[in-house]
């Protein structure tokens, strides 16, 4: 079993800042792809970015340039930093993994992201 534990999302005006963590405990061992999803109000979920062992990734067009995604391995931990900020970013953002990057069947409880004009 693997938990995730994200965090960082935050309030901040367009132009602003974040970066989100997603700490992983537990049979980390057993994963091989994350990602960063998000879910605005009445919207569908929308994967953001992922990443894959070996360092491969996969950026949102909308988010290409500005959001940047990483995992550090010694920390078993997934980031996503998020520059340049628009309101059309402010969603619940949260973290997934698993064995391949077709199952992600671990989830953070999400961090709320909130973009102000």
């Known amino acids: 079993q693997v938990q995730l534990r994200d965090s960082g999302g935050g309030s901040v005006q367009a132009g602003g800042s974040l970066r989100l963590s997603c700490a992983a405990s537990?049979?980390?061992?057993?994963?091989?792809?994350w990602a960063w999803y998000r879910q605005a109000p009445g919207k569908q979920r929308e994967r953001v970015a992922r990443?894959?062992?070996?360092?491969?990734?996969y950026y949102l067009e909308s988010v290409q340039g500005r959001f940047t995604i990483s995992h550090d391995y010694a920390e078993n931990t997934l980031y996503l930093q998020m520059n340049g900020l628009k309101p059309e970013d402010t969603a619940m953002y949260s973290c997934a993994a698993g064995p391949n990057c077709g199952d992600f069947n671990y989830w953070g409880q999400g961090t709320q992201v909130t973009v102000s004009s």
């Open positions: 990443f894959r062992r070996g360092g491969h990734t």
């Open positions: 537990g049979s980390t061992y057993s994963l091989y792809c």
